[in-house]
């Protein structure tokens, strides 16, 4: 369970993975174990190895990290955020200044959200109607308006290798009532956005399943999908605060649902046991703010549990944070390093904990990754758990 060297990731690219070697972006699944699936989407900038973490890059950057570094990680897709862009530095001036692969130096591929969740999240600062939504910034209050035809022309100006159709992303708790009016109107934002999308060689556009925990309308709603026809799919409306029971009860039936020869994506996941259970139940891709956030808050990932550098415990301790760990962190610097520059409230602290934390992501969907080729996802889902049981690897 140990993280995967930068040297060993590197030995594992195969010479088909060179950049700019295709104009069309496809899907191949090439083993499965179980409902796991490991597998290549190929896009002009190169091939994006699945399963898939995605490190968040919000405001074209991912936070406390250089593109470089994150590259190093083992990363080889980035998310970036379609509502913070429009809104700061906008669209039309990444545009002119060369899209934004150019903009934040990152030329492998970059999949946008469509700014759906941030625009819910946004609550009484939004109006919501057929046509799309009218909010104001949160930045300095300004008036906008994200149509399903807007967000598609924000994210052809971005550049983005995949595009997600604009939806509504569906609160919960969510009644029956409100779960299918949200569902009905996210999927006809889809077919908008599918229309204004149009035909792009080389980039992909990926509709979003809706239906709350319901399963008649997650059924609905996929084969709506299907029949308008997108690159790839992903499972929205979760990690909205269902818990996680309420989340891997969906992924058991909603993942199935999506075409087999088509990437799966799953919204905004996750914490590790949250990525895990999601690609034994089919799922291709995640996102999360959590390596980079809680780099930021002083907080480390290993197999067995989170360290929290802040503890007192760390002051004298010259180990580094994992023995078993080849990232910059570990190998060059101790727990009582890093416990000191984070009281001491230094950049160098979120840097050096955010490069572990992505590390140790990037890690962890290698090794999901060689388990599914051997056919033994089981094996690797029980020793994940066992090691998180082990105890806790501060006192260890």
Request: with cysteine; aromatic share 8%.
């Amino acid at each position: 369970m140990a993280c995967m060297s930068f040297a060993s990731w590197l030995s594992t690219i195969s010479a088909s993975e060179a950049v700019f070697m295709t104009d069309r972006v496809s899907f191949n699944v090439h083993a499965q174990s179980g409902k796991a699936r490991c597998g290549v989407i190929k896009t002009p900038r190169g091939d994006i190895r699945t399963p898939a973490f995605m490190p968040v890059g919000t405001a074209a950057t991912v936070k406390a990290m250089m593109p470089e570094s994150v590259r190093e990680t083992g990363a080889d897709i980035l998310l970036g955020n379609t509502y913070h862009l429009m809104l700061r530095p906008g669209a039309e001036r990444i545009a002119r200044l060369g899209g934004l692969h150019q903009f934040m130096n990152w030329s492998r591929p970059i999949l946008t959200d469509s700014g759906g969740f941030q625009v819910m999240s946004l609550a009484d600062l939004r109006k919501m109607s057929e046509r799309g939504v009218t909010f104001k910034s949160h930045i300095d209050g300004s008036r906008h308006e994200l149509t399903p035809e807007r967000s598609m022309e924000i994210q052809k100006l971005l550049g983005s290798d995949i595009v997600m159709a604009f939806d509504e992303c569906t609160s919960f708790p969510a009644t029956q009532e409100e779960a299918r009016k949200s569902m009905e109107l996210s999927m006809r934002w889809a077919e908008r956005s599918k229309a204004s999308f149009g035909d792009r060689p080389g980039h992909a556009l990926f509709g979003i399943q809706q239906g709350s925990v319901y399963p008649d309308q997650r059924a609905e709603s996929a084969n709506a999908l299907v029949d308008i026809g997108f690159d790839g799919y992903a499972v929205g409306g979760l990690a909205v605060g269902e818990g996680q029971k309420a989340m891997l009860d969906v992924l058991e039936y909603a993942p199935d649902m999506l075409p087999f020869d088509k990437p799966r994506y799953l919204m905004g996941v996750g914490k590790p046991d949250d990525i895990v259970g999601a690609v034994k139940r089919g799922i291709d891709m995640m996102d999360c703010v959590l390596p980079s956030r809680s780099g930021r808050t002083g907080q480390a990932f290993t197999d067995r549990g989170v360290i929290n550098i802040k503890n007192a415990r760390h002051q004298d301790d010259p180990r580094p944070l994992d023995e078993d760990c080849t990232c910059p962190s570990c190998r060059n610097y101790s727990r009582a390093y890093l416990h000191h520059v984070f009281k001491a409230k230094e950049m160098l602290s979120s840097m050096l904990l955010t490069w572990h934390n992505l590390h140790y992501f990037q890690a962890l969907m290698g090794n999901m990754r060689s388990a599914i080729l051997e056919d033994k996802f089981d094996v690797f889902e029980t020793n994940f758990h066992n090691y998180r049981a082990a105890g806790d690897i501060e006192n260890i």
